[in-house]
């Protein structure tokens, strides 16, 4: 009796050590490193792009509406957008919309691919954002979606408030991206990009693009589609 619950107890301490080795993998993967870097830059479904590569790629298309979407393959919140905003948009709109995903860095890259088959999402390349050269463009710079926002559209108002992913541009067949004055209960008053969620879709082709508007944000409605902050991100 006393080998079978030693037998019992050994069975129950590996599978705890692999489970615990498991997580431990996955949570330095989601960790920006040279490592990732490396694996990103070797394996050709995956395009690393920078700031300019991201204006180049955006500005040269003016057939269709855009949204691009920044998300960390490791984010929590940014699974809740995948599954019940960006997936259903995608399978619904996606001849009339042109959508790029872009992993915000290489933070869980390599699962990245895997990530956007889950979600019918992937079209042979994975988007992965690598600018190791300008500091305005590296994530661990607090401006940095602000900074990419005001580099690839560059309109007043200045965009001041985008700090979390997921975060959303929606731009016209002409470049403009929707932009929206916001208050929240902490930040007061800041302008950010408009996000899909807050939007009616397939009216599109109506939005005034070169209007700013007004969004009183009441953190409740976060409850269902969080935003994931650099307080809780990454998240696996």
Not at 75 to 85: A, I, K, L, V, Y
Request: glycine content about 4%; overall charge negative.
């Amino acid at each position: 009796m006393q080998v079978v619950l030693n037998l019992h107890r050994m069975k129950k301490i590996l599978l705890i050590f692999i489970i615990c080795m498991i997580s431990t993998s996955c949570v330095h993967d989601c960790i920006p490193s040279k490592k990732n870097v490396r694996y990103a830059q070797s394996n050709d479904y995956i395009e690393c792009i920078d700031a300019e590569d991201l204006k180049a790629l955006i500005t040269s298309d003016t057939t269709k509406y855009k949204i691009v979407v920044f998300y960390s393959v490791c984010c929590g919140p940014c699974m809740r957008h995948f599954e019940e905003t960006y997936s259903p948009a995608y399978n619904k709109y996606s001849d009339s919309i042109n959508f790029y995903f872009i992993n915000y860095n290489t933070g869980g890259v390599r699962y990245a691919r895997e990530h956007l088959e889950q979600y019918g999402l992937f079209d042979g390349k994975a988007l992965c954002f690598l600018d190791l050269e300008n500091p305005d463009f590296h994530y661990d710079n607090i401006q940095y979606l602000n900074n990419i926002a005001n580099y690839v559209f560059d309109s007043e108002p200045k965009i001041n408030g985008n700090f979390g992913t997921p975060c959303e541009f929606i731009i016209s067949k002409d470049n403009n991206v929707l932009k929206q004055l916001t208050t929240t209960p902490t930040s007061g008053s800041a302008f950010t990009t408009m996000q899909l969620w807050q939007i009616e879709i397939d009216k599109i082709n109506e939005i005034n693009f070169d209007s700013i508007y007004r969004q009183d944000i009441e953190f409740d409605l976060f409850n269902e589609l969080p935003v994931c902050t650099d307080e809780h991100c990454p998240i696996f």
